[in-house]
Protein backbone atom coordinates (compact mmCIF):
# COMPACT_ATOMS: atom_id res chain seq x y z
CA UNK A 1 0.00 0.00 0.00
CA UNK A 2 1.10 3.63 -0.71
CA UNK A 3 2.36 5.22 2.25
CA UNK A 4 0.56 8.76 2.84
CA UNK A 5 2.04 11.12 5.20
CA UNK A 6 0.93 14.23 3.32
CA UNK A 7 -2.31 15.26 1.83
CA UNK A 8 -2.35 18.47 -0.29
CA UNK A 9 -5.67 19.91 -0.52
CA UNK A 10 -5.81 22.96 -2.58
CA UNK A 11 -9.48 25.10 -2.91
CA UNK A 12 -10.71 28.09 -4.71
CA UNK A 13 -13.21 27.90 -2.45
CA UNK A 14 -15.49 27.21 -5.41
CA UNK A 15 -18.49 24.08 -5.39
CA UNK A 16 -16.19 22.08 -7.20
CA UNK A 17 -13.39 21.79 -4.63
CA UNK A 18 -16.06 21.51 -1.72
CA UNK A 19 -16.37 18.73 -3.15
CA UNK A 20 -12.99 17.03 -2.93
CA UNK A 21 -12.66 17.78 0.90
CA UNK A 22 -14.63 15.50 2.11
CA UNK A 23 -12.76 13.03 0.34
CA UNK A 24 -9.10 14.47 1.11
CA UNK A 25 -10.47 14.37 5.32
CA UNK A 26 -11.14 10.73 5.08
CA UNK A 27 -8.01 9.97 3.05
CA UNK A 28 -6.05 12.33 6.05
CA UNK A 29 -8.21 10.11 8.59
CA UNK A 30 -7.85 7.04 7.35
CA UNK A 31 -4.00 7.30 6.59
CA UNK A 32 -3.04 9.21 9.86
CA UNK A 33 -1.93 11.47 7.23
CA UNK A 34 -1.63 15.23 8.29
CA UNK A 35 -3.58 17.19 6.06
CA UNK A 36 -2.54 20.32 4.50
CA UNK A 37 -5.23 23.20 3.29
CA UNK A 38 -4.18 25.84 0.74
CA UNK A 39 -5.33 28.91 -1.01
CA UNK A 40 -3.37 30.78 -4.04
CA UNK A 41 -4.67 33.83 -5.01
CA UNK A 42 -3.38 35.83 -7.74
CA UNK A 43 -0.83 38.65 -7.92
CA UNK A 44 -2.69 42.08 -7.76
CA UNK A 45 -3.62 42.84 -11.81
CA UNK A 46 -5.75 46.20 -11.28
CA UNK A 47 -5.13 49.56 -9.55
CA UNK A 48 -8.38 48.45 -6.87
CA UNK A 49 -6.61 45.38 -6.21
CA UNK A 50 -2.58 46.98 -6.10
CA UNK A 51 -4.68 49.64 -3.55
CA UNK A 52 -6.29 46.64 -1.50
CA UNK A 53 -2.32 45.48 -1.26
CA UNK A 54 -1.12 48.58 0.51
CA UNK A 55 -2.41 46.78 3.59
CA UNK A 56 -1.10 42.78 2.45
CA UNK A 57 -2.76 41.71 6.34
CA UNK A 58 -6.47 43.56 5.79
CA UNK A 59 -6.41 41.94 2.06
CA UNK A 60 -5.29 38.52 2.97
CA UNK A 61 -7.39 38.19 6.45
CA UNK A 62 -10.60 37.60 3.74
CA UNK A 63 -8.69 34.33 2.77
CA UNK A 64 -7.40 33.32 5.97
CA UNK A 65 -11.04 33.69 7.25
CA UNK A 66 -12.15 31.83 4.33
CA UNK A 67 -9.42 28.74 4.95
CA UNK A 68 -9.91 28.24 8.42
CA UNK A 69 -13.71 27.81 8.15
CA UNK A 70 -12.79 24.28 6.05
CA UNK A 71 -13.04 22.16 9.11
CA UNK A 72 -13.78 18.68 9.72
CA UNK A 73 -15.12 17.67 12.92
CA UNK A 74 -13.38 14.43 13.22
CA UNK A 75 -10.47 15.11 15.90
CA UNK A 76 -8.10 12.28 14.30
CA UNK A 77 -7.53 14.80 11.15
CA UNK A 78 -4.79 17.29 11.60
CA UNK A 79 -5.58 20.03 9.23
CA UNK A 80 -3.08 22.87 8.39
CA UNK A 81 -3.59 26.11 6.52
CA UNK A 82 -1.61 28.01 4.27
CA UNK A 83 -2.07 30.86 1.84
CA UNK A 84 -0.16 31.56 -1.12
CA UNK A 85 0.07 34.54 -4.10
CA UNK A 86 0.77 33.83 -7.45
CA UNK A 87 0.12 31.58 -10.07
CA UNK A 88 -2.33 28.61 -8.93
CA UNK A 89 -0.72 25.27 -10.76
CA UNK A 90 2.98 26.83 -9.63
CA UNK A 91 1.98 27.73 -5.96
CA UNK A 92 0.49 24.42 -5.80
CA UNK A 93 3.21 22.61 -7.40
CA UNK A 94 6.04 24.57 -5.30
CA UNK A 95 3.69 23.75 -1.76
CA UNK A 96 3.78 20.09 -2.46
CA UNK A 97 7.31 20.01 -3.20
CA UNK A 98 8.40 22.05 -0.26
CA UNK A 99 5.80 19.66 2.12
CA UNK A 100 6.74 16.60 0.77
CA UNK A 101 2.94 15.71 0.16
CA UNK A 102 2.38 11.98 -1.15
CA UNK A 103 -1.03 12.94 -2.21
CA UNK A 104 -2.95 15.87 -3.82
CA UNK A 105 -6.99 15.75 -3.56
CA UNK A 106 -8.47 18.29 -5.64
CA UNK A 107 -11.65 19.81 -7.97
CA UNK A 108 -11.52 19.66 -11.05
CA UNK A 109 -14.90 21.06 -13.56
CA UNK A 110 -14.36 18.13 -15.66
CA UNK A 111 -14.10 20.33 -18.93
CA UNK A 112 -13.22 18.39 -22.63
CA UNK A 113 -12.61 19.57 -25.74
CA UNK A 114 -12.25 23.65 -26.71
CA UNK A 115 -13.65 24.13 -23.12
CA UNK A 116 -10.51 23.14 -21.95
CA UNK A 117 -8.31 24.76 -24.77
CA UNK A 118 -9.66 27.97 -23.87
CA UNK A 119 -10.17 27.87 -20.15
CA UNK A 120 -6.62 25.65 -18.95
CA UNK A 121 -7.20 23.79 -16.08
CA UNK A 122 -5.41 24.09 -13.10
CA UNK A 123 -5.81 20.68 -12.42
CA UNK A 124 -4.87 19.32 -15.64
CA UNK A 125 -1.53 20.84 -15.34
CA UNK A 126 -1.01 19.87 -12.02
CA UNK A 127 -1.42 16.35 -12.65
CA UNK A 128 1.25 16.70 -15.72
CA UNK A 129 3.48 18.12 -13.64
CA UNK A 130 3.28 16.86 -9.95
CA UNK A 131 6.07 14.19 -8.72
CA UNK A 132 3.23 12.76 -6.19
CA UNK A 133 -0.11 11.07 -7.31
CA UNK A 134 -3.23 13.84 -8.21
CA UNK A 135 -6.49 12.69 -7.10
CA UNK A 136 -9.25 14.67 -8.86
CA UNK A 137 -13.01 14.90 -7.95
CA UNK A 138 -15.69 16.44 -10.35
CA UNK A 139 -18.92 17.55 -9.06
CA UNK A 140 -21.20 14.46 -8.84
CA UNK A 141 -24.15 14.57 -12.22
CA UNK A 142 -26.63 14.66 -9.43
CA UNK A 143 -25.75 17.77 -7.26
CA UNK A 144 -23.91 19.59 -10.51
CA UNK A 145 -28.16 19.42 -11.87
CA UNK A 146 -29.60 20.43 -8.21
CA UNK A 147 -31.14 24.29 -8.19
CA UNK A 148 -29.70 27.00 -6.01
CA UNK A 149 -30.77 26.06 -2.43
CA UNK A 150 -32.69 28.89 -2.12
CA UNK A 151 -34.63 27.92 -5.82
CA UNK A 152 -34.98 24.66 -3.93
CA UNK A 153 -37.06 25.70 -1.06
CA UNK A 154 -39.18 27.51 -2.78
CA UNK A 155 -40.19 24.98 -5.23
CA UNK A 156 -40.67 22.35 -2.01
CA UNK A 157 -43.72 24.85 -0.69
Known amino acids: MLPI ?4 YPTDFSETAECAFPLACALARDYGARLIVLH ?8 DQVLALRDPEEY ?18 AIEYELAEGDA ?13 DLIVMG ?8 RFFMGS ?11 PVLTVKIPTAVAEL ?11
Do not use: M
Open 122 to 132: VAEQVVREAAC
Open 5 to 8: RTIL
Open 60 to 77: EKQFWTALYGLKTDDPKV
Open 89 to 101: ASEILCVAQNSHC
Open 147 to 157: PPPSERETASR
Open 40 to 47: VYPPPLGH
Open 108 to 115: TLGRTGVS
